[in-house]
């Protein structure tokens, strides 16, 4: 009983350690792959931990940036009023 407890505790805080790389992967980002080797690096710090958080939640300038010039090109084609 106390070995199934240790497991369940153990991969509960594994899980929250990696918490900021799994956000990363479920949103696809591209530097995912550095979130966690920041995450796996210095997330035992306060402060690493946040940093890849915030990182892994940071919005992409890039998807934005191609949604703007999406935008762009949807007013510019012929029939669009």
Known sequence: MHRL???V???LCVGAYLTPAMIAQRR???DA???LLLNVALGWTISGWFGA???ATKSS???SRTALNA???QRRLPGNV
């Open 33 to 35: 792959a550095r979130i």
């Open 71 to 73: 935008a762009r090109r």
């Open 5 to 7: 407890i240790f497991v």
């Open 61 to 63: 300038d890039t998807d």
């Open 28 to 30: 696809m980002r591209r």
């Open 9 to 11: 505790v153990l991969a």
């Open 53 to 55: 958080l915030a990182w």
